[in-house]
């Protein structure tokens, strides 16, 4: 069941509030926010980089007339996505968010220090990582 605009704005709202009193909470340094376009079916920029055991709050926006979603994480978590018949994602696990067309959503995500050089993102909807629709997170500090 696709979920009405409403539902999805408040969900955003909320996704916003919790990040702002997760920063403020940790007393640590502000999280980092990375804008990534979607936009004729890619990701905009295709790279990203970040530094191990940062807190980077993704906020996408989907300029596209149909739906996404990005999925971030390991090549285990893209092969289960794109085999997986999961097709909502509204924060519930870090990294991943559905983003309806026309919308924009956030979600927030700490790449641990020793963790892998590289992550992936990606959208899963049939068809699109095919078409290409993936980028790189590079985790590397300076
Ligand atoms: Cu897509």
Avoid: K
Wanted: with cysteine; glycine share 12%.
């Amino acid at each position: 069941m696709r979920p009405r605009p409403w539902q999805i704005a408040a969900v955003v709202v909320v996704a916003l509030a919790g990040g702002l009193a997760a920063a403020h909470a940790a007393g640590g340094p502000a999280t980092r926010t990375v804008v990534v376009t979607m936009h004729h079916s890619r990701f905009q920029p295709e790279v990203v980089r970040v530094a191990p055991g940062s807190t980077v709050r993704f906020l996408l926006r989907n300029t596209d007339p149909i739906d996404h979603e990005f999925i971030l994480g390991d090549e285990d978590v893209q092969r289960r996505h794109e085999q997986g018949r999961e097709r909502e994602h509204h924060g519930e696990v870090p990294g991943e968010v559905s983003v309806a067309a026309g919308q924009q959503a956030a979600t927030t995500y700490t790449f641990p220090r020793g963790g892998p050089a590289s992550l992936q993102f990606a959208c899963h909807l049939p068809g699109h990582y095919a078409y290409g629709m993936r980028g790189v997170a590079l985790v590397s500090a300076g």
